[in-house]
């Protein structure tokens, strides 16, 4: 599917997988550029939310999180163990 200059997508992720789940604010499938995005971490049980990344560089350790669509991102919720 082609993507649309000024329209990108948001791919949000949790480690490690079963650790927990994210809710997007808008979700759907694209954003315009400067968009505003809300992601808030849920931890499934006997896990703690830790941090976000935002392509691989330190973004946040507060939930939920606000961050601006600049272009394709992959986001990753990090949870520890309890």
Do not use: Q
Request: aromatic share 14%; glycine share 8%.
């Amino acid at each position: 599917k082609k993507v649309v200059p000024g329209e990108y997508t948001v791919t949000a992720s949790v480690l490690p997988i079963g650790a927990g789940w994210i809710t997007k604010e808008p979700d759907k499938p694209l954003y315009n550029y400067g968009e505003l995005i809300k992601l808030t971490a849920r931890s499934a049980s006997g896990y703690r939310f830790s941090y976000w990344d935002k392509d691989g560089a330190y973004l946040s350790s507060y939930s939920p999180v606000t961050t601006a669509v600049l272009s394709n991102h992959k986001i990753t919720a990090h949870f520890s163990r309890l």
